[in-house]
């Protein structure tokens, strides 16, 4: 049995999704919106956990999460072509791929905008100056707009850990330390 089945699976279903609504949105001049409302559903899904219980739960009918979905659209005040595509998706009981779906379409609206995103994690917050000096130095490397996602990693101890793409670049204390500690192993 390959274990990475399912998860292929929702990528490519995610992926339809995804590029249909972009193109719906790109014809519409409303990439803007979208990318506004790609980044509502995404705190979302991010915040509410019985939100995620609601997509991903087999014990609600298609009309529960239909009516749930709707309710959250319209609350979150989503634009029809979102709207419509989430009411689609809870009909055909295809809302467990609502995390894919927000993910291909950070990234397509990403390359659209020339940008690319890199996951930072910290021992602390970084101040807005440490942001923009971050992002102007990636960007001088991978020759495109960088837009940071941040997150705090306390066990880090110090320094950092940056991914770009397939780049993994990490300086933290932590990762110097099991180096260290793999390093004196290896002497004794």
């Known amino acids: 049995m390959d274990v990475s089945e399912p998860a ?3 990528t490519g279903i995610a ?3 995804a590029t249909a609504i972009f ?6 001049n409303a990439l803007a919106t979208l990318e506004s409302d790609v980044g509502t559903l995404g705190a979302a899904l ?15 009918s298609r009309h529960e999460q239909g009516a749930a979905v709707t309710a959250i659209a319209e609350t979150a005040g989503l634009s029809d072509i979102l709207k419509n595509t989430l009411a689609l998706m809870a009909a055909k009981r295809r809302l467990f791929v609502l995390p894919q779906l927000v993910a291909a379409l950070e990234r397509m609206i ?10 930072v994690t910290s021992a602390q917050p970084l101040t807005e100056d440490q942001q923009a000096k ?8 991978v020759g495109k707009d960088v837009k940071l996602n941040t997150a705090v990693d306390e066990s880090l101890i110090g320094g950092l850990v940056v991914k770009v793409g397939s780049r993994m670049i990490d300086t933290s204390i932590r990762s110097k330390l099991a180096a260290l500690k793999n390093t004196m192993k290896e002497v004794g």
């Open 8 to 10: 292929s699976i929702s």
């Open 15 to 17: 992926g339809r999704y």
């Open 23 to 28: 193109e719906l949105a790109k014809e519409g």
């Open 46 to 60: 991010k915040e509410s956990a019985e939100f995620r219980g609601v997509i991903h739960s087999p014990v609600y």
């Open 110 to 119: 990403s390359d659209e905008k020339g940008e690319i995103e890199a996951d």
């Open 134 to 141: 971050l992002a102007e130095t990636l960007k001088a490397r």
